[in-house]
């Protein structure tokens, strides 16, 4: 596991924090992965063009990101491609059913001070615990 490294995780939140304000203070839209992705995937979509530079950036951060510090991305999963789409494709499914993504929820959403935003990080939170708890102590 990679060392907790606070200057790097402080400039990462602070481009989440400005990215996510920006893109609210200039468009009016919260930054949730989910729904910006959702919103490519319709047909109608009026707003397909920021949709896809934002998309595209995030895409784009991680590349520049890979070519920077490789080392920082880990080796090789041990998990199957397909049980990785499937998992993916899960995700997408969760994130419809609950309303947004931790990304909509915890980042944008806690920031507004959210009832529903509170309620939904509060959750991601236990279960990703319970999901850590079990895999490393219940299922070896």
Same mark, same amino acid.
């Given at each position: 596991? @990679?060392?907790?490294? /606070?200057?790097?995780?402080?400039? +990462?939140?602070?481009?989440?924090?400005?990215? %996510?304000?920006?893109?609210?203070?200039? =468009?009016?839209?919260?930054? #949730?992965?989910? #729904?910006?992705?959702?919103?490519?995937?319709? /047909?109608?979509?009026?707003?397909?063009?920021?949709?896809?530079?934002?998309?595209?950036?995030?895409?784009?951060?991680?590349?520049?990101?890979?070519?920077?510090?490789?080392?920082?991305?880990?080796?090789?999963? %041990?998990?199957?491609?397909?049980?990785?789409? @499937?998992? +993916?494709?899960?995700?997408?499914? *969760?994130?419809?059913?609950?309303?947004?993504?931790? %990304?909509? =929820?915890?980042?944008? *959403?806690?920031?507004?001070?959210?009832?529903?935003?509170?309620?939904?990080?509060? @959750?991601?939170?236990?279960?990703?615990?319970?999901?850590?708890?079990?895999?490393? =102590?219940?299922?070896?």
């Amino acid at each position: 596991m @990679i060392e907790f490294t /606070p200057i790097a995780s402080t400039l +990462g939140g602070l481009l989440i924090g400005t990215a %996510s304000a920006t893109l609210l203070l200039l =468009h009016g839209r919260v930054a #949730g992965i989910s #729904g910006i992705v959702g919103g490519l995937m319709e /047909p109608s979509t009026a707003d397909r063009s920021w949709r896809a530079a934002f998309l595209l950036g995030l895409l784009a951060a991680g590349a520049v990101a890979y070519a920077v510090v490789p080392a920082r991305f880990g080796g090789e999963s %041990s998990t199957s491609p397909v049980w990785l789409v @499937i998992a +993916g494709l899960l995700v997408g499914v *969760g994130t419809r059913l609950g309303g947004g993504c931790t %990304s909509g =929820h915890g980042v944008c *959403g806690m920031s507004r001070l959210s009832p529903r935003s509170l309620t939904a990080t509060a @959750i991601f939170m236990v279960v990703a615990m319970a999901t850590v708890f079990t895999t490393r =102590h219940l299922v070896s």
